[in-house]
C-alpha cells in the first residue's frame, strides 16, 4: 500500500510503498533512510502508531498520510505564564505560517470559508495536524493526477501509427493551444474580455428626441414601428418598398420613409429610412448610407461623431437606456452590437402586388432595376440582428461553453454561476471567474 509521511511543518513530504503486512517499525526505518530522521515517531490522526504492531492494525489505511516527529509530544500539562511561547514559522508556503497568517487575517478567512470550506475548516482548527495532513492529501493528488497524464500520454504514443491515438493527441495539442493563448490574453490584454459600449449619440427626429446606433456595418438607416409612430412620420411610410429582410436572421419590412427632417448637433439633416417592423432592442440605427451622404466622421480617438465643423460626443454607457444597452440584448433577437448588418445584400421579390401604373421607384442602394420588367423593384434586403446568445441557444453549445471553462480549472458551479451572471458570455465568465 502506499503511505505519504510529512513532517508538521509540511515542508519534507515523502511517499513510501509497503506490504499490507508491514510493521511500523518497518516504516520507520525506510523513514529513517530517506528522509535522514533520527528516532522518528509516527502520528496518525494525532495518535502514536507503536513500533510491534502492525499499520493495518493501527487503523492506517493505503494512500494514508501519517505525520512524523523526532520524539513524543510531551503529556498535556497546565500552560505556565512564564513558559516562552514557541516561535511560530511565519512562511505561508508552510502549514504553520499559512495557519497563523489566515487566523491574522479574518477576512481572507471568511472569503476562504465559500472558496474552499475544507481548508477553512482544517486552518481554523487548533490540530495543526490536520492542516498538514490535507495539504499533504492535497500534493499527493496533483502528484497522482501527473502520473496518471504521464500514463496516458505514454499510451497514446505507444502506437504512432494508430488513427484513433494520433486523433486525440491532436485534440489535445488544439485545447492546450487554445488554453495557452486564452491565458496569455487574460493575463496581457484582459480588456478584450470586456463588453464594448455601442456608439450612440442624441438625435430628434420630427422634433422627438431619439438615441441612434451609429453603425457604419450596416449598409441602410432602420427605425422601428414603434420609434416611427413616437415620431409622428408613420403617415410618410411607402408600403411599396415593403418586404423581408434577409440575412443573419429575417425582419419584416414595412417601408419606407424617403425623407425626414433630423436634428444630429446644430445640423438639420435630410434623410431617409427603412422602417422594420420590430424593433429588436434598437429603435434607430444611423447606417451607412446616412453617414456617407453627409460625409461623417467616427473619430474614437475624440469619442464622437463629426459632421462639417461640429462634434457631436457618443453618448455615456450610464446614459444609455437599459433596453438599448449592449448587455440587455441578449433576450431580444437583436446582435450583441445591436446592429443590422448587411454584408450579404440581394434583392428578393417584393411581398406586396402593386396595382399602381405610376412610374416604378428607383432601386435603393444595390441594383437598378431592370429594364426588362414593368413591376416595382424589390428593396435591398438587410440582415436580420441576431443575439449574442443565438450561436449558444443550443444545449450542446452551453455544455461546451461549461466544458472550456472548467478546462481551465474551475469548478462546475463556479463555471454555471459565472454563465449564469453573465447571461452566457463565455468571455465575460472567464473574466467573471479571474476577477473573483
Not at 504492531?53 to 494514508?64: A, F, I, P, W
Not at 456595418?217 to 415593403?242: F, H, N, P, Y
Not at 457618443?314 to 446592429?339: G, N, Q, T, Y
Amino acid at each position: 500500500m502506499n503511505i505519504t509521511v510529512a513532517n508538521s511543518e509540511g515542508n519534507h513530504v515523502a511517499g513510501f510503498v509497503l506490504d499490507a503486512n508491514a510493521t511500523v517499525a518497518a516504516l520507520k526505518e525506510l523513514v529513517t533512510a530517506q528522509m535522514k530522521i533520527q528516532n522518528p515517531q509516527l502520528y496518525l490522526h494525532g495518535g502514536l502508531l507503536q513500533s510491534e504492531q502492525k499499520l493495518v492494525d493501527q487503523g492506517v489505511s493505503n494512500h494514508e498520510i501519517l505525520e512524523v516527529r523526532t520524539s513524543a509530544p510531551p503529556r498535556a500539562a497546565a500552560p505556565s505564564a512564564s513558559a516562552p511561547a514557541p516561535a511560530s514559522n511565519t512562511s505561508i508556503n508552510t502549514p504553520a505560517g499559512l495557519q497563523a497568517y489566515l487566523r491574522a487575517n479574518p477576512q481572507m478567512l471568511q472569503q476562504l470559508r465559500f472558496a474552499d470550506p475544507e481548508l477553512a475548516e482544517a486552518a481554523s482548527d487548533a490540530n495543526l495536524a490536520r492542516l498538514t495532513a490535507l495539504l499533504a492529501r492535497r500534493q499527493h493528488a496533483i502528484q497522482e493526477q501527473k502520473m496518471q497524464e504521464q500514463r496516458r500520454i505514454a499510451l497514446l504514443n505507444a502506437d504512432p501509427f494508430d488513427i484513433e491515438a494520433q486523433r486525440k493527441i491532436e485534440e489535445e495539442v488544439h485545447a492546450s493551444n487554445v488554453r495557452e493563448n486564452m491565458e496569455m490574453a487574460m493575463e496581457f490584454h484582459p480588456e478584450s474580455f470586456t463588453q464594448v459600449t455601442m456608439l450612440y449619440v442624441p438625435m430628434e427626429v420630427n422634433g422627438v428626441q431619439v438615441n441612434a446606433l451609429i453603425d457604419s456595418g450596416a449598409q441602410m438607416t432602420v427605425m422601428s414601428k414603434e420609434c416611427a409612430d413616437r415620431c409622428g412620420i408613420s403617415r410618410l411610410i411607402d408600403k411599396q418598398w415593403g418586404g423581408m429582410a434577409v440575412g443573419v436572421g429575417s425582419a419584416p419590412i414595412v417601408g419606407r420613409v424617403h425623407l425626414a427632417k433630423v436634428k444630429m448637433g446644430p445640423h438639420f439633416l435630410n434623410c431617409s429610412f427603412t422602417i422594420l417592423a420590430q424593433s429588436n432592442g434598437v429603435d434607430f440605427l444611423f447606417g451607412l448610407d446616412q453617414l456617407r451622404k453627409h460625409q461623417a466622421l467616427i473619430d474614437l480617438r475624440r469619442n464622437c461623431l463629426v459632421i462639417g465643423e461640429h462634434d457631436i460626443p457618443f453618448m455615456h454607457e450610464k446614459d444609455i437606456p437599459k433596453r438599448e444597452h449592449p448587455a440587455s440584448s441578449s433576450s431580444s433577437s437583436s446582435s450583441s452590437s445591436a446592429s443590422l448588418e448587411s454584408k450579404s445584400v440581394h434583392t428578393s421579390p417584393p411581398t406586396q402586388a402593386s396595382t399602381s401604373t405610376s412610374t416604378t421607384p428607383a432601386q435603393p442602394l444595390i441594383t437598378q432595376p431592370s429594364s426588362s420588367s414593368s413591376a416595382p423593384p424589390a428593396p435591398a434586403s438587410i440582415s436580420a440582428p441576431a443575439g449574442p446568445g443565438a450561436a449558444g441557444a443550443g444545449a450542446g453549445n452551453h455544455e461546451a461553453a461549461i466544458a472550456q471553462l472548467m478546462a481551465l480549472g474551475y469548478p462546475r458551479l463556479r463555471v454555471i454561476e459565472a454563465l449564469t451572471v453573465t447571461e452566457g458570455n463565455m468571455e465575460l465568465a472567464a473574466a467573471y471567474l479571474l476577477e473573483n
